[in-house]
């Protein structure tokens, strides 16, 4: 069973930055497909970035430029790095894991990932 367990989050004003981490732990396979999604109150949640085998790292369109995914092995920590911030961030964020994706062309979907963590709330104010 894998844990995630994210930190990291907080509030920040508008333009500020942010780094939100995800530790995971109790994985025994090669490796894991990783990704962060957010939700948004009365919104659905939606993938914000991934990060596959190969080093891919898809984006959503909101945070292109602006957000940057990554990873140390060593570590097993997954690593979200959040700059120039906007109201519109705001979200409670979530770490995810999969030792599969079922739609391997869908990075983003949060159908693919099989384990999650607890969510961390981001806050930024205009």
């Known amino acids: 069973q894998v844990q995630l367990v994210e930190s990291g989050g907080g509030s920040v004003r508008s333009g500020g930055s942010l780094r939100l981490s995800c530790a995971a732990s109790g994985y025994t396979g090669s490796h894991l497909y990783m990704a962060w999604f957010r939700q948004a109150p009365g919104k659905e949640r939606e993938g914000v970035a991934a990060?596959?085998?190969?080093?891919?790292?898809p984006y959503a369109d909101s945070v292109k430029g602006r957000f940057t995914i990554s990873q140390d092995n060593a570590k097993n920590t997954l690593y979200l790095q959040m700059n120039s911030l906007k109201p519109e961030d705001t979200a409670m964020y979530y770490c995810?894991?999969?030792?599969?994706?079922?739609?391997?062309?869908?990075?983003?979907?949060?159908?693919?990932?099989?384990?999650w963590g607890q969510g961390i709330q981001v806050t930024v104010s205009s």
């Open positions: 990060i596959d085998t190969d080093g891919l790292t």
């Open positions: 995810a894991a999969s030792a599969l994706l079922k739609q391997w062309w869908l990075p983003l979907h949060s159908h693919n990932y099989d384990y």
